[in-house]
T-cell receptor
């Protein structure tokens, strides 16, 4: 498998549930990102990991908890979410964080919080 | 404050003609700019980029132009094809891991 793979593609969860989003990149990149895309809004950066260390936590509520066990895998753990958290969550990777190189995105997880 | 703006939410072009998508930015520290294409139910796909030391970059049917004095970039697609119908995002960064995206322009190429 190539590129950036995200699972699941769709997720419906209640406000009291706990779930996790998974991302895997097969590009040999050293940086991984979580972005949120809400309707009619630009992509919002949530978290950045460079060489498995978190370098950015963009004022994201604590109900979102990232984990990067190695440079190929990234998780977003979700708990006690709100309906306004419903959005498309995109994972991306790049060769190095902080150097001008393109982001490569996965196909996203469409999250619905009921 | 939106640092990267795409003021046209949609654009329709006839097949075979030129598509011109525009993007404006406000942060003069941005030095690397990118264009992405997004189909429904897929993630954004990287198309082309340009560094601030250049004013033009070409890749096949896609050309990006950068006008630093006007803080404006544009993506030209020639000739446009029906498969180019998608949402196009511009993005900018200043050598950090923070890529700022516009809200997108939906391009429809009419056969």
């Amino acid at each position: 498998e190539t590129g950036v793979t995200q699972t699941p593609r769709h997720l419906v969860m209640g406000m009291t549930n706990k779930k996790s989003l998974k991302c895997e990149q097969h590009l040999g990149h050293n940086a991984m990102y979580w972005y949120k895309q809400s309707a009619k809004k630009p992509l919002e950066l949530m978290f950045v990991y460079s060489l498995e260390e978190r370098v950015e936590n963009n004022s994201v509520p604590s109900r979102f908890s990232p984990e990067c066990p190695n440079s190929s895998h990234l998780f977003l753990h979700l708990h006690t979410l709100q309906p306004e958290d419903s959005a498309l969550y995109l994972c991306a990777s790049s060769q190095v964080a902080g150097e001008n190189s393109p982001l490569h995105f996965g196909n996203g997880t469409r999250l619905t919080v009921t | 404050d939106q640092q990267v703006k795409q003021n046209s939410p949609s654009l329709s072009v006839q097949e075979g003609r030129i598509s011109i998508l525009n993007c404006d930015y406000t942060n003069s520290m941005f030095d690397y700019f990118l264009w992405y294409k997004k189909y429904p139910a897929e993630g954004p796909t990287f198309l082309i980029s340009i560094s601030s030391i250049k004013d033009k970059n070409e890749d096949g049917r896609f050309t990006v132009f950068l006008n630093k004095s006007a803080k404006h970039l544009s993506l030209h697609i020639v000739p446009s094809q029906p498969g180019d119908s998608a949402v196009y995002f511009c993005a900018a960064t200043s050598g950090t891991y923070k890529y700022i995206f516009g809200t997108g322009t939906r391009l429809k190429v009419l056969a």
